[in-house]
């Protein structure tokens, strides 16, 4: 049973930075793409960022050139580094993971990128930024 478990949010001013944390637990999968997501209130949830297994990694243009998407195999954790935070990207932030039992007949990078629908979903954790 795969486990998602988000922290590392919290209140913090515009301009301000933050990092954000995706234990996995039970998590064996050797191909998947990993990624945050995003909902303000009253907001449609959106792509922040993906990686995949190899490490390949895609953001939305809105955070390109401040938030940073890695992973720690070893710990089986997912991060999100945000920069230079805005008000407006206040929302509760998602982890969540699209997995594959074997190797996909198409280009992961691609298909994280564009296609991912995740399996896997944690609970989220809140970021609010104060203008």
């Known amino acids: 049973q795969v486990q998602l478990v988000e922290s590392g949010g919290g209140s913090v001013q515009a301009g301000g930075s933050l990092r954000l944390s995706c234990a996995a637990s039970?998590?064996?999968?050797?191909?998947?793409?990993m990624a945050w997501f995003r909902q303000a209130p009253g907001k449609e949830r959106e792509g922040v960022a993906t990686?995949?297994?190899?490490?390949?990694?895609s953001y939305a243009d809105s955070v390109k050139g401040r938030f940073t998407i890695s992973k720690d195999n070893a710990k089986n954790t997912l991060y999100l580094q945000m920069n230079s935070l805005k008000a407006e990207e206040t929302a509760m932030y998602y982890c969540?993971?699209?997995?594959?039992?074997?190797?996909?007949?198409?280009?992961?990078?691609?298909?994280?990128?564009?296609?991912?629908?995740?399996?896997?979903w944690g609970q989220g954790t809140q970021v609010t930024v104060s203008s």
């Open positions: 039970g998590f064996t999968y050797k191909y998947y793409c």
């Open positions: 990686i995949d297994s190899d490490g390949s990694t």
């Open positions: 969540a993971a699209d997995t594959f039992s074997i190797s996909p007949a198409f280009p992961l990078p691609q298909y994280c990128s564009r296609a991912m629908s995740p399996n896997y």
